[in-house]
T-cell receptor, first 109, second 113 residues
């Protein structure tokens, strides 16, 4: 079956760095996405990785290793507004997105 | 502002009643999707449409139906609501093969009592 695993919840301190991991097992691979979802709101697109390596976008970076079925989202210089759920999703061979349950990130002052 | 509009924002529905959740996009995206999101679970695909005139079943299609008469609209109908359909429903769209990401509507919070 298809499976996306990510931690349920993480806590970090304002100004620090946090890494959210995602492992996946899917039928085919056409890219991995990270989305941010604030409570009561819709998910918003953060990043897309289809090749191995690190993609940097401001304070956020996303890494992919296809051979290991592994990705992480790195958030630097954490701000209180970064408190949200972070969703990992993989596009399978049918170009359908398979979603993880999300990681709730709590930022403490 | 370009994007996806969902209506209603929230609804309380008596079990056994029918209801249509509306979704309209103005980005001319070819693909559209309906998801439900429940606490502790990932987004689960209900139905999708790769292009106007075609639809397909997702992971949890039972109890739901969709239509795609044109590019912009993708309504979701519950023929006879049951309490297990209490959820937050998101409509989304994507262009091309979806590698540019999905754009989501603001969601409909549905409570079936």
């Amino acid at each position: 079956g298809q499976n996306i695993d990510q931690p349920t919840e993480m806590t970090a301190t304002e100004g620090a760095i946090v890494q959210i991991n995602c492992t996946y097992q899917t039928s085919g691979f056409n890219g991995l996405f990270w989305y941010q979802q604030h409570a009561g709101e819709a998910p918003t697109f953060l990043s897309y990785n289809v090749l191995d390596g690190l993609e940097e976008k401001g304070r956020f970076s996303s890494f992919l290793s296809r051979s290991k079925g592994y990705s992480y989202l790195l958030l630097k210089e954490l701000q209180m507004k970064d408190s949200a759920s972070y969703l990992c999703a993989v596009m399978d061979s049918n170009y359908q997105l398979i979603w993880g349950a999300g990681t709730k990130l709590i930022i403490k002052p | 502002t370009a994007g996806i509009t969902q209506a209603p924002t929230s609804q309380i529905l008596a079990a056994g009643r029918s209801m249509t959740l509306r979704c309209t996009q103005d980005m001319r995206h070819n693909a559209m999707y309906w998801y439900r999101q429940d606490l502790g679970l990932g987004l689960r695909l209900i139905h999708y449409s790769n292009t106007a005139g075609t639809t397909g079943k997702g992971e949890v299609p039972d109890g739901y139906s969709v239509s795609r008469a044109n590019t912009d609209d993708f309504p979701l109908t519950l023929a006879s609501a049951v309490p297990s359909q209490t959820s937050v429903y998101f409509c989304a769209s994507s262009a091309g093969d979806g590698s540019g990401g999905y754009t989501f509507g603001s969601g409909t919070r549905l409570t079936v009592v």
